[in-house]
């Protein structure tokens, strides 16, 4: 059962078992996404009632060292792509002395980092694919587990977030119950959110809805594609990291704009590597430009949903404005007026 609290004030709030564990308003957790997922972004997620996760990537030291300082004050996270992070330890160690809230882990076994994590007393949220991930997270004593559906913008695996989100909730019943579940892929509105509780998750990991958000690190013709692409304008690809040249372990694509690089090369990844030393300057040229074409533009599904690129603050009220109107609807909502 939920609790909605109603405030007399424009903001409402939902109740879940993450907002009363990590002392949150909202239900509502940042993804850490690459490149994207700045502190600027964490604080104002975190500012706003949620939980802001800095995207750690692939590990740049100096970058993660001045995104936490854009992020001082508030109480915020970080995360990592781990498979990257086993060839960088020491990126844990030193972010660990920040005292981040959470340390996110995706796209590989978390179990050689987890006693480090909790030692430092921060959460530990695990990003899973599929169910042997969710298997391995719970055997790495995760606090948060986020059953991520293939729908999400970057990388992901092949499931649909409406089946893995209650099966993943089914199994942590089962065998983890004080674990908590986060929903992500797909998610940009309160029906989202309101969707995501009522099969099981305790509440969102939100991607490429704040990734249209103004303090996103986004360049400014990246933010206009969004607007202008619907559900249908995105491809899981392994084109992009072709072109970057990072070798991604097998069984994760990335779900990036459909857009002239894709046309071009979709079908043709053996002929894009072979002539890797023209194109990957000119990829990486584009995306510096901001060049919506001729390089990945990482956002998912959600894209359909999106019309504006707003400040976090104002996503993040209406997304929950939204879903307290519609699960109060709900025979299993309680309504707690203060």
Not at 128 to 143: S, T
Request: proline content about 4%; some cysteine.
């Amino acid at each position: 059962m939920f609790e909605t609290t109603f405030k007399e004030t424009p903001m409402t709030a939902l109740s879940t078992r993450l907002t009363q564990a990590l002392a949150l308003k909202h239900p509502v957790v940042s993804a850490p996404m690459a490149f994207a997922g700045g502190g600027a972004l964490a604080a104002a997620v975190s500012r706003a009632g949620g939980l802001g996760l800095i995207g750690g990537g692939y590990g740049d030291r100096s970058w993660l060292e001045a995104q936490f300082e854009l992020s001082a004050g508030e109480r915020v996270g970080v995360g990592f792509i781990t498979w990257s992070l086993q060839k960088s330890p020491s990126l844990l160690t030193d972010v660990l002395k920040r005292r981040p809230l959470a340390v996110m882990l995706s796209f590989g076994d978390p179990r050689p980092f987890a006693k480090q994590i909790r030692a430092a007393g921060a959460r530990l949220i695990c990003q899973c694919q599929d169910m042997g991930h969710v298997k391995e997270a719970v055997d790495a004593g995760a606090d948060l587990v986020v059953a991520q559906g293939a729908e999400a913008g970057g990388h992901g695996g092949l499931r649909g977030a409406l089946s893995f989100v209650p099966e993943a909730a089914d199994y942590l019943a089962k065998h983890a119950p004080d674990t908590l579940l986060l929903a992500a892929g797909g998610i940009a509105d309160g029906r989202g959110l309101a969707a995501s509780l009522m099969l099981g998750a305790d509440g969102v990991l939100l991607g490429t809805r704040l990734w249209a958000a103004k303090e996103a690190l986004v360049r400014e013709g990246h933010h206009r594609a969004i607007l202008d692409t619907n559900g249908d304008g995105t491809v899981r690809t392994t084109l992009a990291d072709i072109a970057r040249q990072i070798s991604w372990p097998h069984g994760f694509t990335a779900r990036i704009r459909r857009n002239a690089f894709t046309d071009r090369w979709q079908g043709r990844e053996q002929a894009l590597a072979n002539d890797i030393a023209v194109e990957a300057p000119r990829y990486r040229q584009a995306f510096l430009d901001g060049d919506p074409d001729n390089t990945g533009v990482w956002f998912g599904e959600a894209a359909g949903l999106i019309d504006s690129i707003e400040p976090a603050a104002d996503i993040i009220e209406r997304m929950m404005s939204d879903a307290v109107g519609r699960l109060a609807g709900h025979g299993g909502v309680r309504i707690v007026v203060p």
